[in-house]
């Protein structure tokens, strides 16, 4: 093998100055993303192994960020995932992940080992516990590692987040089943502490109220995201004297569930009882009844929560910022939920 | 709030050493697992926090383990995790993730990143690429980082491994679709490179040769694990002469692409085509259509792949050793190539 590629050598080639290779390599955002990329590739071309832990000593950088999810296998998760390692990686950063399983000490116990592992920053979906101590965030915070939410967040002062207008979509899904001639509109909810799961239930109990249809709240039930609870609880349902003629549900999965349980009553979907799910999981698309669902853009989400790091990772000046980004839904409207075809061209 | 525990309150409520307490909660393979697990318990109970960087730096090890796969969003992959995260958790262990989404310079990167994050260990399945070098597992080796591959491995001296006997899964899968009076069986495969695959074509060959039939290499296909992938293939197989009247996929999501294609053909399901994937994912169940498939145990992998970290780990004389773990497949037969209910039975 040949002698190692130095930043001189890229630097010699695209003659321009090797604290300019450096400053690109490192993802400074001073250097122009255009010259960024030409660094980048010309390094790629010519076999440059930047010594990364050098780099973290002497930028106190690691250039290796954590996100934190409740679960890694979800199509959801998965695509922000995508989106954030999409936009990360030109920069030179590295994505690390860890799950909670929506246990809370795994919460606290993932952003102690990301700290242990140097990481630069972290973005996160919280998980889906009735957690009452912001201690592990505040700790970031105070060492000054950006903490940015996406999707399931806390409003935290100083913590910027990523979110879609949850009650938008909600209330859309809601209002599109009351247009489809649905009275008794039954919602599976989750974890309301969680203000995406506060907002899905605001928006659809607002959707019933604004159409003058009575509001039961024994159709609303707290459930996890998991095939089988839809099953269980769906039985539950249409054990009752006045069953409802729809489903407005927070998770693919629980709606998967209902759709299997409505299915082994020998009752016909959209029919007798429609369905809409919300997250847009592959599955909902590909299944013999597609599924109805809402949209959430994850790999959009993703990208934007890694701009809003790099943003707060290269502001040299330490102006705290905190910026809330708001993301439009979209309803994607399928069988479990159209009864009459006409309205698909609306 | 109070004074903060110490590992001496914890001590002192078991009536046990301040050293046992230790060595307990830094999982110490000395320690039974009774004893860990109820000091664990009792730390828990008694909000112990453990200063793991003070222990870190006390110790030489941080308690990270990274995790590499090619993808996290397959529930193979999820549930390999799983299996790591619930064998490790239990000794003190966090796991973080890393994907490469099958780009070989990713893998590199990621085990780059691992070490700089002063991970203890690295368990990994190897990227669908065709990289030649081993320098940077070597890399590993040389700074005495355990390293173990779980399912797609590749034979280094000085790592071992735990996959499934995919040679015969694939014998089993072929033979099934004989016995259904199949007689032209597609192979959809992938890189060969890779042990795995290599190891389902061969499977598939001898289960071909072994009963007579005629072994067609055009018949063979290399593809990628995606439904789009599979219509494709499948497109271009159904417009040959003399297609073929059953398929027999390395990967479920090209199987369902495969099983799409099909129907938009107007072909029947197993009667025209009979159809078998492989690793089991959850949809190949839950399908209006199920999808026959080879499971694989990820969950076992996993903890077995975690259990054989921790003999490494824990193997305070450092004498190498090597092991070769093979898991045993399981055929599950359903609707997509089970011509004759009769044959349930047997």
Known sequence: MGKKTTIYDIAEKLNITAATVSRALNGNSKISEKT???VNDTAKEMNYEQNKLALALKSGKSFNVGVIVPRIDTNFFASVIRGIEDELH???YHVIICQ???QENLEIENINSLLNAQVDGILMSISNSKLETNQHFQKLLKKGVPL???DRKKDIAGVSSVTIDDFKGAYEATQHLIDQ???RIAHYSSNRDILIFKNRYLGYKQAII???LEFDETLVIETISKIIEGRKITKQLLAMKNPPDAIFS???FTALGAIEEIKAHGLKIPEDISVVGFSNEPFTRFMELSISSVDQSPIEMGRISAQVFLEEANN????KSEKQVVLSPELIIRDSSLKSKVLVDN
């Open 36 to 38: 960024r990329k030409l």
């Open 210 to 212: 604004d159409n003058g």
């Open 316 to 319: 040299s000046k330490k102006i």
């Open 100 to 102: 909670t399983h929506d």
């Open 148 to 150: 940015i939410f996406f």
């Open 90 to 92: 030109p920069n030179g």
């Open 181 to 183: 001639g649905c009275k």
């Open 250 to 252: 927070v998770s693919d």
